[in-house]
């Protein structure tokens, strides 16, 4: 169990007349006005601060993950298949109805922008300054409707019943966005401690305010247009280069912890690297469950991935796609070590035993990954079942169906990034303890690296080669000479923020989004249809807002 942490303004102090006595409080409770006691009003505001948590531990992961170039959600002979609703997006034809359950996560940022416009009126309003914080996170949640959703209603206010609410412009609403950021920033919390984990700092504002500048133009034009450029000026580079600056120069991050240890189940505060996570606890309710759809679908039975058999039931149909594991092949790469595949293809290592961890120290065992005391070997490429001697012939379908049987459970190398405690998931019903970052150090060197890429002014004697060359060094990477291209930053993306989410947007910004991978080509005409760069609203938002229009093209 993950020790937890507790930090009150003054202004909510104030308010305090009650001792904290339980620390478990289910993020889900709700107030119609702030209560006076400290465990209620840490409830309140984490309504605020973790609205987005269980979509991220679940169903925005698995939505986002297969939806760019990084998954091919296959099916076990209809097993896992739900309705096609994980396949749908890994072919880019994702469907309003049968995709309810991803595309719903749109419900959990407007709970959370609710939760927080609660927060900030009952503490008197915008203008106070300790509900500075829970505006960031109203930002931040506003952000990631628009980044998938595109129009997106700007909530900065309590609603009346039956208010009628209205969609705003992608560019007004990007526009929105920077300046509320940088009206709160300066009262943002500006320590960095055990105190403020997981919390809006001033320095989780600069990095989404450098994101939302390094993708000025996929929100402010015209993205869905098939003349969208992605190498037209972007007028706000040098914006994007000041607010990693600040990071940089702040002193509270650095590049000190090792690739693999930062993901593991007992990651927190301590982590450097770290600007704005999502905590999960497995022992109380609020876990992320990445393992049980990263790993093998009968992968329970004397896995070796995790020391220990799991003993809860696996998924294991989130399969990397051949082309993304292309970009795992570096020489001494740290970060090969989080892709379990096939011994010697592409993959510099020379057994599993290089994937076996033990979970009480952390340390590499023994243990092989078998299944029925034979080694078990996964297969880069995946190859959907078929047979064409059947009467009539059977022929891959959009279900992606590898068959319900070892060739088909092992089809596809797998991430054990988040690699989980066996312990954990066995007593808490598939639950995880991993910490999911949001934004990391290594994305703002990376971003600010990009952005002189791209024409921005270098700063305090950085260069992309430079800025590059760090995140390289510290996963015991070659090192560059000369400046790297777009293309060079796009793939070292790639290798660095696997399982962070932020793929699918990096190959929209890049133009890089319909170009062809796993399946989706050869089951979906319209892959290529750049209106496939939002995502459709659901059926349930839609008939929310019946005033509201589908994003076209769904």
């Known amino acids: 169990m993950k020790t937890r942490h507790i930090f009150f303004s003054g202004a909510l102090l104030a308010l305090t007349s009650v001792g904290c006595t339980d620390l478990d409080v289910d993020i889900k409770s709700q107030y119609t006005e702030l209560p006076d006691s400290e465990i209620a009003i840490e409830a309140t505001m984490n ?31 209809s097993d896992y298949l739900n309705g096609r609703d994980m396949a749908n997006f890994s072919l880019h034809m994702i469907d309003p109805t049968n995709s309810a359950n991803q595309l719903n996560v749109y419900n959990d940022l ?95 504002v600069d990095a989404l305010l450098a994101k939302l500048y390094i993708n000025w133009n996929v929100y402010t034009q015209d993205v869905t247009s098939s003349s969208w450029d992605p190498n037209a000026t972007n007028e706000k580079l040098n914006d994007c280069i000041a607010a990693c600056d600040r990071i940089i120069a702040s002193g509270y991050f650095d590049l000190s912890d090792d690739y693999k240890t930062k993901f593991m189940y007992n990651n927190g505060y301590q982590i450097k690297d770290f600007i704005y996570v999502m905590p999960f606890d497995a022992s109380t309710a609020q876990g992320m469950t990445y393992a049980r759809f990263r790993t093998w679908r009968r992968g329970q039975s004397e896995n070796g991935f995790y020391s220990i058999p799991l003993t809860n039931s696996l998924g294991g149909n989130m399969t990397l796609t051949p082309e993304f594991v292309e970009l795992f092949n570096l020489p001494g790469d740290r970060r090969n070590d989080v892709i379990a595949g096939n011994v010697g293809e592409n993959i510099d290592m020379e057994t599993f035993d290089v994937y076996q961890y033990n ?43 590898v068959g319900n049987d070892m060739t088909g459970w092992t089809q596809g190398y797998r991430s054990i990034k988040f690699f989980p405690n066996a312990t954990d998931y066995n007593t808490y019903s598939r639950n995880q303890s991993n910490d999911v970052p949001v934004f990391r150090y290594a994305d703002v060197l990376l971003m600010k690296c990009e952005a002189i890429v791209r024409g921005g002014t270098a700063t305090n004697g950085d260069t992309p080669m430079s800025l590059f060359n760090q995140i390289r060094a510290y996963v015991n990477a070659p090192q560059i000479v000369g400046d790297p291209s777009l293309q060079d930053i796009l793939d070292e993306r790639g290798r660095e923020f696997l399982d962070e989410h932020w793929r699918r947007n ?41 005033n509201w229009t589908q994003n076209p093209g769904y």
């Open 47 to 77: 309504n605020a601060f973790y609205a987005f948590r269980a979509a991220i531990g679940r169903r925005y992961d698995e939505g986002v993950s297969c939806n760019s170039d990084e998954y091919t959600a296959v099916s076990f002979d």
């Open 110 to 204: 407007q709970t959370g922008i609710t939760n927080c416009n609660r927060v900030i009126f009952d503490l008197g309003g915008e203008d106070v300054p300790e509900v500075a914080p829970v505006r960031a996170a109203r930002a931040f949640y506003t952000f990631m409707m628009m980044e998938h959703w595109g129009d997106t209603p700007i909530l900065d206010h309590l609603l009346a019943d039956d208010e009628r609410i209205d969609r705003s412009p992608r560019a007004d609403v990007a526009r929105w966005i920077e300046s509320e950021l940088l009206a709160v920033r300066d009262n943002c919390y500006e320590n960095v401690d055990a105190s403020t984990y997981g919390k809006p700092t001033r320095w989780m």
């Open 359 to 401: 979970n009480a120290t952390g340390e590499p065992t023994d243990v092989r990954n078998t299944y029925g005391g034979v080694d078990v070997t996964f297969t880069k490429s995946i190859t959907l079942k078929s047979d064409p001697t059947a009467d009539p012939p059977i022929v891959p379908d959009g279900d992606l169906n």
């Open 506 to 546: 990096d190959l929209i910004r890049f133009g890089d989004f319909e170009r062809d991978w796993g399946f989706k080509n050869d089951f979906n005409p319209n892959a290529n249809d750049p209106r496939y760069r939002l995502w459709p609203l659901s059926l349930d938002v839609l008939n929310a807002n019946t």
